[in-house]
């Protein structure tokens, strides 16, 4: 998601983050459900606009990592290329990442964002992650990853249109969480809008466990939404 923003979220957890603080002239708050600030503006007539969830991935040293060799060994088999997205290979995933925008969900909590124009800085640093799958040489799914509190945090992953349910979706996160695991990592974090169906079963195939819902909720007088154009940022906040 960042399909959504990258407030550190698509994902669970990152600080609650206002619309006010994404340049939001609304009076919109993001909270997590259980926070107790949320059942207080509900019961003062507040309403929960959208709602993002938040995942978390935790694996121990001995963990069983079929399920991620499977979904890769099974996109090879079917005639993929899947592997990790070198530094000069980033225009390409840049290209399909416009591509498929506009299939990213866009609600007041969600939404697609351009990638940041130095990824190949960032991705040439490791502090950035980036798997694909390649179909005939042409890259046709993505996933990219950064650091964050201690986890990977999945800021977007999305599949060309024409290839997807065929498991590639699965088969790009379970190569980023085979290799970061083989490089010690233990812990990942996804996220994204609840109306994404794909992407939770996704992230549920791969062992990703919801943790409590973020809710956008706007005032009694702001009911009928953000302005037309607005984009806000989840509070797990990316798109995965
Ligand atoms: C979401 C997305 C990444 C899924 O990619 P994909 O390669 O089709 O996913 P997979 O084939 O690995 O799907 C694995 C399983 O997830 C489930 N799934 C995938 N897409 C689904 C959908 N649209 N609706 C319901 N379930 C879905 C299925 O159970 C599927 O297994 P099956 O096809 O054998 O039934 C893709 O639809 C996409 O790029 N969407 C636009 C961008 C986006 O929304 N990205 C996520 C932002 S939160």
Same mark, same amino acid.
Not at 215 to 221: K, Q
């Given at each position: 998601m960042?399909?959504?923003a990258?407030?550190?979220g698509?994902?669970?957890?990152?600080?609650?983050?206002?619309?006010?603080?994404?340049?939001?002239?609304?009076?919109?708050?993001?909270?997590?459900?259980?926070d107790?600030?949320?059942?207080e503006?509900?019961?003062q007539?507040w309403?929960?606009?959208a709602?993002? =969830?938040?995942?978390?991935?935790?694996?121990?040293a001995?963990?069983?990592l079929?399920?991620y060799?499977r979904a890769v060994?099974?996109?090879r088999?079917?005639?993929?290329e899947?592997? @990790?997205?070198r530094?000069r290979?980033t225009?390409?995933?840049?290209?399909?990442? $416009?591509?498929v925008?506009?299939?990213?969900p866009d609600t007041?909590?969600?939404?697609?964002?351009?990638?940041?124009?130095?990824?190949a800085g960032?991705?040439?640093r490791?502090? +950035?992650?980036?798997?694909?799958? +390649? +179909?005939?040489?042409?890259?046709?799914? &993505?996933t990219?990853?950064?650091?964050? @509190?201690g986890? =990977?945090?999945?800021?977007r #992953?999305?599949? @060309?249109a024409?290839?997807?349910?065929?498991?590639?979706?699965s088969a790009v996160?379970s190569?980023?969480?085979l290799?970061?695991?083989?490089?010690?990592?233990?812990? +990942?974090g996804t996220?994204?809008?609840? $109306?994404?169906?794909g992407s939770?079963?996704?992230?549920r195939?791969?062992? &990703?466990?919801l @943790?409590?819902s973020w809710?956008?909720?706007?005032?009694?007088?702001e009911?009928?939404?953000?302005?037309?154009?607005?984009?806000?940022? #989840?509070?797990p906040?990316?798109?995965?």
């Open positions: 960042t399909g959504s990258r407030l550190p698509d994902s669970t957890a990152p600080a609650p983050v206002t619309l006010d603080d994404v340049s939001n002239p609304s009076s919109a708050r993001i909270l997590r459900q259980d107790p600030e949320h059942a503006l509900l019961a007539g309403t929960v606009a709602t993002s =969830w938040g995942a978390r991935l935790d694996l121990t001995g963990s069983d079929s399920v060799d060994s099974a996109a088999r079917a005639g993929y899947v592997r @990790e997205v530094a290979e225009s390409a995933l840049v290209d399909l990442d $416009a591509l925008a506009p299939d990213f007041p909590a969600s939404h697609h964002e351009p990638l940041p124009l130095n990824l960032r991705i040439a490791g502090q +950035w992650r980036a798997f694909g799958a +390649w +179909w005939q040489g042409r890259i046709v799914a &993505f990219i990853l950064y650091r964050f @509190e986890r =990977w945090e999945v800021d #992953t999305a599949v @060309e024409s290839h997807r349910r065929r498991g590639l979706a996160k190569a980023s969480i290799t970061t695991y083989a490089e010690g990592a233990r812990r +990942w996220g994204g809008a609840m $109306a994404n169906a939770l079963a996704v992230n195939g791969l062992g &990703f466990l @943790e409590p809710h956008t909720l706007l005032p009694p007088a009911t009928r939404g953000p302005p037309p154009g607005h984009h806000a940022s #989840t509070g906040a990316t798109q995965a």
